[in-house]
């Protein structure tokens, strides 16, 4: 069960005035964290629970939902071999989160991704630039209501034929 | 006295040691690199975006073309997470099948690395073998698939076809011949002294640094860190086979190389186990309302057609929930995140692509060396653009 996982138990101690949801689906923990306490409780992972690998950061657009956007974690122990996802809600108003890059290096790519895609900004990042996309571009493609086949174009109609 | 100036000199997007639309900025100071800041999405396709607004089988031909030399490991990738997020079970022979043409895309996979990480360095007759050697894995996927590379051959609760009458024949000739070939290399190279000159404490990168950079798959096993997702997460019946996961040591190119040369020698273990392991069965998991029928009832029964045309053009509804599914792709840790709403289409799906993490060390990696080191350097790291731009 969730409750008995191993980092949901720690953070229950430490954190729990910034813990707002933990969830159990297809044996995989995901654990819903306040976004200004993120920095805390991924240092606190990495150090005292061994999750040592950041496997991927990335967001999700939730357009029409409040809070809109959720930041997404997913952490891997290579001692531990297990893993945990750590998630933080987003505000459309203040589209801003600390930079976990200083806790893991491979987050500095991974976030201007994020930047890229979604908008979101991080705090105290050293290089946040678009990755994937010109300087140039605008708009954020991976959300929601960025048009599949880009803003200068009709909407896509479904086959005529 | 000689004055110091910096030089920045651009290198790709157009160079034949990027492998692929790779640009990198190098600032240099004489031959020595200080700074290197790499510009990549060239090959951007938006996969993620264009995964929102298709069915769950409709993704599966997008996948092949991520990492484009490794199309069934990305395939694999992906239909285990749909299958984990339906929490369906594939029948054993649709899983050994899955490990047999996985481990045989690793060889292929890893071929290429050989092949170009040698010509970039000089061994010219290292790429023109592998290569020949490559194209017996692409016949068999074309025999099995149809096609060379976008082999779209996996689905989800399974296969797309049984096995064509003869395939354990043409493996098993691959089989018993590879490990050969492979011999042929390591003879060209092992011992070379131009090589060991190139590689021997090139590209150092220490475990606990390459861990923090997010560095997974060989690359990271040649800074001995001993871990495997196919050993220490299996997935698709990989507990049931033996092998081991090799370990470098100093942590340098040559390390990563002789790594890369291990798991190919593994990965023809692993087949030939596996393969001795098939037995008859279906291909299919027992889930209609997901699977395709079998083409026989597609064919001559009324129903069959409508249930083949409504998975074709409707797909199925997925349960609202959110998972991440990694494998081990020949580059790394690839992993599918997928979230559902409930409806036929992914509402998000984030690829995790081991190559754009790989990558984003490369300054650690070559800052302070030659820069006909940083040639060597991209070439340990094993980079496909298509996987780092998607």
């Given at each position: 069960?969730?409750?008995?996982?191993?980092?949901?138990?720690?953070?229950?101690?430490?954190?729990?005035?910034?813990?707002l949801?933990?969830?159990?689906?297809?044996?995989?923990?995901?654990?819903?964290?306040?976004?200004?306490?993120?920095?805390?409780?991924?240092?606190?992972?990495?150090?005292?629970?061994?999750?040592?690998?950041?496997?991927?950061?990335?967001?999700?657009?939730?357009?029409?939902?409040?809070?809109?956007?959720?930041?997404?974690?997913?952490?891997?122990?290579?001692?531990?071999?297990?893993?945990?996802?750590?998630?933080?809600?987003?505000?459309?108003?203040?589209?801003?989160?600390?930079?976990?890059?200083?806790?893991?290096?491979?987050?500095?790519?991974?976030?201007?991704?994020?930047?890229?895609?979604?908008?979101?900004?991080?705090?105290g990042?050293?290089?946040?630039?678009?990755?994937l996309?010109?300087?140039?571009?605008?708009?954020?493609?991976?959300?929601?209501?960025?048009?599949l086949?880009?803003?200068?174009?009709?909407?896509?109609?479904?086959?005529?034929? | 006295?000689?004055?110091?100036?910096?030089?920045?000199?651009?290198?790709?997007?157009?160079?034949p040691?990027?492998?692929g639309?790779?640009?990198?900025?190098?600032?240099?100071?004489?031959?020595?690199?200080?700074?290197?800041?790499?510009?990549?999405?060239?090959?951007?396709?938006?996969?993620?975006?264009?995964?929102?607004?298709?069915?769950?089988h409709?993704?599966?031909?997008?996948?092949?073309?991520?990492?484009?030399?490794?199309?069934?490991?990305?395939?694999?990738?992906?239909?285990?997470?749909?299958?984990?997020?339906?929490?369906?079970?594939v029948?054993?022979?649709?899983q050994?099948?899955?490990?047999?043409?996985?481990?045989?895309?690793r060889?292929?996979?890893?071929?290429?690395?050989?092949?170009?990480?040698?010509?970039?360095?000089?061994?010219?007759?290292?790429?023109?073998?592998?290569?020949?050697?490559?194209?017996?894995?692409?016949?068999?996927?074309?025999?099995?698939?149809?096609?060379?590379?976008?082999?779209?051959?996996?689905?989800?609760?399974?296969?797309?076809?049984?096995?064509?009458?003869?395939?354990?024949?043409?493996?098993?000739?691959?089989?018993?011949?590879?490990?050969?070939y492979?011999?042929?290399?390591?003879?060209?190279?092992?011992?070379?002294?131009?090589?060991?000159?190139?590689?021997?404490?090139?590209?150092?990168?220490?475990?606990?640094?390459?861990?923090?950079?997010?560095?997974?798959?060989?690359?990271?096993?040649?800074?001995?860190?001993?871990?495997d997702?196919?050993?220490?997460?299996?997935?698709?019946?990989?507990?049931?086979?033996?092998?081991?996961?090799?370990?470098?040591?100093?942590?340098?190119?040559?390390?990563?190389?002789?790594?890369?040369?291990?798991?190919?020698?593994?990965?023809?273990?692993?087949?030939?186990?596996?393969?001795?392991?098939?037995?008859?069965?279906?291909?299919?998991?027992?889930?209609?309302?997901?699977?395709?029928?079998?083409?026989?009832?597609?064919?001559?029964?009324?129903?069959?057609?409508?249930?083949?045309?409504?998975?074709?053009?409707?797909?199925?509804?997925?349960?609202?929930?959110?998972?991440?599914?990694?494998?081990?792709?020949?580059k790394?840790?690839?992993?599918?995140?997928?979230?559902?709403?409930?409806?036929?289409?992914?509402?998000?799906?984030?690829?995790?692509?081991p190559?754009?993490?790989?990558?984003?060390?490369?300054?650690?990696?070559?800052?302070?060396?030659?820069?006909?080191?940083?040639?060597?350097?991209?070439?340990?790291?094993?980079?496909?653009?298509?996987?780092?731009?998607?």
């Amino acid at each position: 069960m969730a409750e008995n996982h191993r980092a949901v138990v720690k953070l229950k101690e430490k954190f729990a005035d910034s813990l707002l949801e933990v969830k159990e689906f297809r044996g995989e923990v995901t654990v819903t964290v306040k976004k200004e306490n993120i920095v805390a409780i991924c240092t606190f992972l990495r150090d005292s629970l061994k999750y040592n690998l950041l496997s991927d950061v990335t967001a999700v657009d939730y357009l029409g939902r409040e809070p809109r956007f959720m930041m997404v974690y997913n952490l891997y122990s290579i001692p531990n071999k297990d893993r945990l996802r750590v998630k933080a809600p987003v505000e459309e108003s203040q589209t801003s989160v600390d930079t976990v890059s200083t806790v893991w290096s491979t987050a500095n790519w991974l976030e201007r991704e994020v930047f890229d895609l979604f908008g979101i900004t991080f705090t105290g990042h050293p290089d946040l630039r678009r990755i994937l996309l010109t300087d140039d571009w605008v708009g954020h493609p991976l959300r929601k209501d960025y048009p599949l086949q880009g803003p200068d174009r009709e909407p896509y109609q479904g086959r005529l034929s | 006295m000689a004055s110091t100036e910096i030089m920045t000199v651009n290198m790709g997007p157009q160079h034949p040691s990027t492998h692929g639309v790779l640009r990198l900025v190098i600032e240099l100071d004489g031959e020595i690199i200080r700074k290197i800041t790499p510009h990549i999405g060239y090959l951007h396709r938006g996969i993620e975006k264009l995964s929102e607004h298709r069915t769950y089988h409709q993704i599966i031909p997008l996948t092949d073309r991520l990492d484009y030399l490794a199309p069934m490991s990305n395939n694999l990738g992906y239909v285990l997470a749909v299958e984990k997020l339906l929490d369906i079970k594939v029948p054993e022979r649709a899983q050994t099948i899955r490990v047999i043409l996985a481990e045989l895309t690793r060889i292929k996979s890893h071929l290429v690395w050989l092949a170009c990480h040698a010509l970039d360095i000089g061994a010219m007759t290292v790429f023109i073998y592998a290569f020949r050697e490559r194209e017996k894995v692409m016949e068999l996927y074309e025999k099995l698939s149809g096609a060379r590379m976008t082999s779209n051959y996996f689905r989800v609760g399974g296969l797309s076809a049984e096995l064509y009458d003869g395939f354990e024949k043409d493996v098993r000739e691959i089989l018993d011949t590879f490990p050969g070939y492979f011999d042929t290399y390591e003879g060209l190279l092992t011992k070379n002294t131009i090589w060991l000159q190139r590689t021997v404490g090139n590209g150092v990168i220490s475990a606990e640094d390459a861990v923090d950079a997010g560095i997974t798959g060989p690359a990271l096993r040649g800074s001995g860190v001993n871990w495997d997702m196919r050993r220490d997460n299996p997935y698709s019946g990989y507990e049931k086979y033996k092998f081991v996961v090799p370990v470098g040591e100093k942590c340098d190119t040559f390390d990563r190389y002789k790594v890369r040369l291990v798991e190919m020698r593994e990965s023809v273990k692993i087949v030939r186990q596996a393969l001795d392991s098939l037995k008859p069965g279906p291909i299919l998991a027992d889930s209609p309302q997901v699977c395709y029928p079998a083409k026989d009832s597609v064919y001559n029964t009324i129903e069959g057609l409508i249930h083949h045309f409504k998975i074709a053009s409707e797909g199925f509804p997925a349960p609202e929930g959110e998972i991440y599914q990694a494998v081990e792709a020949p580059k790394g840790e690839l992993g599918y995140y997928l979230v559902s709403d409930g409806g036929n289409k992914p509402y998000r799906m984030r690829i995790r692509p081991p190559s754009f993490c790989n990558l984003s060390a490369i300054e650690k990696m070559a800052n302070g060396s030659m820069i006909a080191d940083l040639v060597a350097v991209i070439g340990t790291l094993d980079i496909v653009l298509g996987d780092i731009d998607r």
